[in-house]
């Protein structure tokens, strides 16, 4: 495989499409996103089980839409005092329809009660290509830390506030969004990805 001429971007999350377009700026393509065409963007249910599952059906969703690849990602933070919970349902921890800031409360709520040395978490992202349902490539990767109960910083989104990686003292929100690509889920998980699209 290599790399085609235009990818489309199959997410309609903001924060996550300006840090794909940020992390995969080395990539020979052109890209494709939401606002270029929103009335041909489908909207896709996310009804999988799994990472993976969920990565899939966006981008051949909008693969086929669009007749072009299409990338996708789907991540989540999982906790180890809650069985690895809120996980795929990351973005929906609150309830279907949840802000990112519910669903935050939603976690600094549930882990309130257990001691600090006892907050260890992950991020895990699943980054996909389809070319179409046949031609279909993914990478994952992790980014461990702790979580903390009171929020800080600004930046990032979903659940960077609360999450601090290991060797750091900082939130993810408190890093630039250079730092955070560096070490973050997405950006390992994508620059996997490039390097399975390049070989």
Not at 48 to 75: C, F, H, Q
């Amino acid at each position: 495989m290599s790399f085609p001429e235009t990818i489309a971007i199959a997410s309609r999350n903001p924060g996550k499409i300006r840090e794909i377009l940020a992390i995969c700026a080395d990539w020979p393509v052109s890209w494709r996103t939401a606002d270029d065409d929103p009335d041909r963007w489908p909207e896709v249910e996310e009804t999988g089980t799994t990472y993976l599952e969920n990565a899939t059906l966006k981008a051949i969703a909008v693969a086929r839409a669009l007749g072009v690849p299409a990338v996708a990602d789907d991540s989540g933070i999982e906790v180890d005092a809650l069985g690895g919970a809120p996980g795929v349902r990351s973005a929906r921890y609150a309830g279907p329809d949840a802000s990112d800031e519910e669903n935050l409360r939603k976690l600094v709520d549930a882990i309130r009660e257990v001691p600090p040395a006892e907050r260890a978490a992950c991020y895990r992202c699943v980054a996909t290509m389809a070319a179409d349902d046949a031609t279909i490539t993914n990478a994952e990767a992790t980014c461990e830390g702790t979580l903390i109960i009171e929020p800080r910083g600004t930046g990032g989104f979903g659940y960077d506030p609360i999450f601090v990686p290991t060797g750091e003292t900082r939130t993810v929100a408190e890093l630039s969004a250079r730092e955070k690509d560096l070490i973050s889920h997405r950006g390992k998980a994508f620059r996997a990805l490039r390097d399975l699209i390049r070989s």
